[in-house]
């Protein structure tokens, strides 16, 4: 498409893309917006270098070469925040600039957002369905190696607690815990057969009594009573990560009770979900550990974004395929609320068109606010601490029946208003300068 574009002289035409999702995936009544601050790291390198075009090179002509060779972002991006929720047909990232320029970023901006937007809607799910409980992030065995730092930014960003992956600590910050595995267990074994009380010995004394001790590898009754006499009534934890876990929590929490060790923390752990985690509210568990239904999107692997141009030189355009099809025209999409905070409605307006008047007794919001000017990012980004609250926030917005984990139409509809002539307000693309969360 370079190549054509820049042969017939259209590859610099000014264009504006949206990033939107035709629809949620089946049973989710909202999506999460994830990714824009990984967005911007990769952004900041995005560069071609000469071995790279050596891959391409025999397929393209001189004028290309150069194009690459020279290329930097140098147009325009808004996002909604890290940590909004997002609704279908609503852009949730807008990137303005020569038609080349911004459509070599397609792949870039889709494979991040898609991925970490289906992390964080899953992610937030089970922080909701914990009601407050601490959950782990603990799936990097079930992705790729990248995809498990991003997987723990974006469960960390959505309410989840801490992650076992060090790596997402170094990078992003984000807190890191864990536990032993099955193996260290039946690490000690010696002549006489495995002595499970030995492995909680070495634990507890490398780590200290508050260290969480798994409990499943032979039989849990035993285990709990062995990691009892070795730590005493003030071990900070067992992990359960076998069997009917329901059941098994609250003969462990008999258990520890009866053996005084009142403040315990049962953890849970093994293929659990936001359904299972629901499931479980009931019963006498501490913490959650979630690993391959988290960094799987939870059944939604993808968020089903698409990047697609919606005007040219000012002209709206729009795709018409059957069941795929695009809003023409730039837009600024505007959420109202209720006085006690619920939101109520997302209204998507042309852009540059000044907003109807609110209706009487609703506040409005404009949702989509400057990530980069002229290629570089605006001052005062949020900081991911500042998404994490952005999105306990926009959760407490939602109405209540938009957090069901049950089917059902999204937790907002999204209203489309015509270009009305006349109306014309300031265009949101000249707001520069410090973006707050």
Not at 90 to 116: K, W, Y
Not at 395 to 424: F, H, I, K, Q
């Amino acid at each position: 498409m370079i190549r054509a574009a820049l042969a017939d002289g259209t590859a610099d035409r000014p264009c504006v893309f949206d990033v939107f999702a035709r629809r949620l995936p089946s049973g989710r009544r909202y999506g999460v917006v994830a990714g824009p601050g990984r967005l911007l790291d990769r952004l900041a390198d995005f560069r071609f270098t000469d071995e790279e075009i050596d891959v391409v090179a025999d397929s393209l002509d001189g004028r290309t070469l150069r194009w690459l060779r020279a290329f930097r972002f140098s147009g325009d991006i808004d996002s909604s925040p890290e940590g909004e929720v997002y609704f279908p047909g609503s852009p949730v990232l807008q990137i303005r600039g020569g038609f080349a320029e911004c459509a070599v970023l397609e792949t870039l901006v889709l494979s991040v957002l898609n991925h970490d937007s289906a992390i964080a809607a899953a992610a937030a799910r089970m922080t909701t369905a914990a009601g407050g409980r601490p959950v782990i992030e603990m799936g990097s065995r079930r992705t790729h190696e990248e995809a498990a730092v991003a997987a723990a930014r974006a469960a960390y960003l959505t309410g989840f607690a801490s992650t076992s992956n060090v790596e997402a600590t170094r990078r992003h910050g984000v807190p890191s815990a864990g536990t032993s595995a099955h193996s260290f267990t039946l690490l000690h074994t010696g002549p006489e057969g495995p002595d499970e009380a030995a492995a909680f010995r070495a634990q507890v004394a490398a780590l200290g009594v508050d260290t969480t001790l798994l409990v499943d590898t032979y039989d849990i009754t035993r285990g709990v009573a062995a990691a009892i006499e070795v730590a005493g009534p003030g071990l900070g934890g067992v992990r359960i990560d076998s069997g009917d876990l329901g059941v098994l929590a609250r003969q462990v929490r008999a258990q520890l009770d009866g053996l005084g060790a009142h403040h315990t923390k049962i953890v849970v752990s093994g293929d659990l979900d936001e359904h299972s985690i629901a499931a479980l509210r009931a019963e006498p568990v501490d913490v959650y550990g979630v690993g391959t239904r988290l960094v799987t999107g939870s059944g939604a692997p993808a968020a089903g974004m698409v990047y697609k141009l919606v005007e040219v030189d000012g002209i709206p355009v729009a795709k018409r395929s059957a069941r795929k099809e695009s809003s023409p025209g730039a837009k600024r999409a505007i959420r109202l609320y209720r006085p006690t905070g619920t939101a109520v409605e997302e209204v998507l307006y042309p852009r540059g068109d000044s907003p109807l008047p609110t209706e009487a007794g609703l506040i409005s919001r404009e949702l989509m606010r400057p990530l980069v000017r002229d290629g570089e990012p605006v001052p005062g980004l949020p900081s991911l601490a500042d998404s994490r609250a952005h999105h306990s926030a926009a959760m407490v917005s939602l109405p209540w029946e938009g957090l069901a984990l049950s089917e059902g139409d999204p937790a907002l509809s999204v209203r489309v208003v015509a270009p009305t002539p006349g109306r014309r307000g300031p265009d949101p693309s000249e707001t520069t300068g410090t973006v707050s969360a």
